[in-house]
């Protein structure tokens, strides 16, 4: 079958943008199962109390279901709370539940209360090194729409930072704002944060405006950029009430074809070195 390179180590990605229904979800899960059903090792972090990416991964995430808010807010492994995906083999996935939606506040008056995420991470990777088991090869981490404490988790749990854009009306407007937010991550809490990867979802090109809005994000992040951009399709946005992903739900289909490829593309560029520089004329 088809294999991806392994990377050397653990590449910890977090999923961000805090517009909502920009794809990020839809990107997280889709990635993730293309990277598992070519040879990796795949486990997502879905760290938004709407609970959409455990819906798509065909996981438990009913109440009371050990889950990531145990993680952040009572010191539980991840081990303890990863389930594995019912149909694609190499993916785990660890659950949000609608206990989630109180952490923001409660994570508040919590020591160290943005590393919280990053020691489980590294606690979770160290202790699969000391046991020599196989290592995950990708974590991604899918975050809520907004620049909150879950998501200052999980830019200080991750080393990189993948940007999915919807190709719409102001689709670069908000980026300054999470830009900075990734500056000001990167300036206290996690130097190594950086920005890797953008990609275009939601993409039309037959309207001249999606054409317009890839060739301005493009030209401002043109290493960032992924060659690949993901079509709209109806398959795609139907496979998660079938507790899949579509990469299972219809592996031909167009959109499973461009998440294949978006997964190929992250997977070949490897970590890559270099942040965007933020442009003095892009609009806030
Ligand atoms: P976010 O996580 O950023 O809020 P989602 O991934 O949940 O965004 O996507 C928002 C909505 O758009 C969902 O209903 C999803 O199924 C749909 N969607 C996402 N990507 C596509 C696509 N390429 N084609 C069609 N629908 C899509
Ligand atoms: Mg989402």
Redesign the pocket.
């Known amino acids: 079958g088809r294999t991806f390179p392994r990377p050397s180590k653990t590449r910890v990605i977090t999923v961000a943008?805090q517009k909502?229904?920009?794809?990020?979800?839809?990107?997280t899960v889709n990635l993730a199962a293309g990277l598992a059903m070519s040879g990796l090792n795949v486990l997502v972090i879905d760290n938004d109390p709407q609970g959409?990416a455990s819906t798509a991964l065909g996981i438990e995430h009913r109440a009371g279901t050990p889950s990531v808010y145990e993680v952040l807010v009572e010191d539980e492994l991840l081990v303890n709370t990863m389930q594995e995906c019912p149909h694609i083999e190499n993916l785990w996935g660890v659950p949000a539940t609608i206990d989630l939606s109180g952490s923001e506040i409660e994570l508040v008056s919590l020591v160290s209360r943005e590393t919280r995420l990053r020691k489980a991470i590294d606690r979770f990777i160290a202790d699969r090194e000391a046991a020599g088991e196989s290592q995950m090869d990708y974590v991604l981490i899918d975050c809520p729409?907004s620049l909150g404490l879950l998501t200052v988790n999980a830019f200080v749990g991750g080393r990189e930072v993948f940007i999915?854009i919807q190709c719409e009306y102001y689709a670069l407007e908000g980026l300054s704002q999470l830009l900075k937010t990734i500056d000001l991550i990167r300036s206290h809490l996690n130097p190594d944060l950086r920005v890797s990867s953008i990609l275009l979802?939601?993409y039309d090109g037959r309207t001249n405006l999606a054409q317009q809005v890839a060739g301005e994000v493009r030209s401002h992040f043109p290493a960032e950029t992924f060659r690949t951009t993901?079509?709209?399709?109806?398959r795609?946005?139907e496979a998660?009430s079938y507790g899949q992903t579509v990469m299972t739900y219809d592996a031909t289909s167009t959109?499973a074809l461009a998440y294949l490829e978006a997964a190929r593309e992250l997977a070949e560029r490897g970590q890559g070195s270099s942040s965007p520089r933020r442009p003095a004329q892009m609009q806030e």
């Open positions: 943008n909502g229904g920009v794809g990020k979800t839809t990107t959409n729409p999915p979802t939601m993901i079509p709209r399709s109806v795609i946005s998660p959109g």
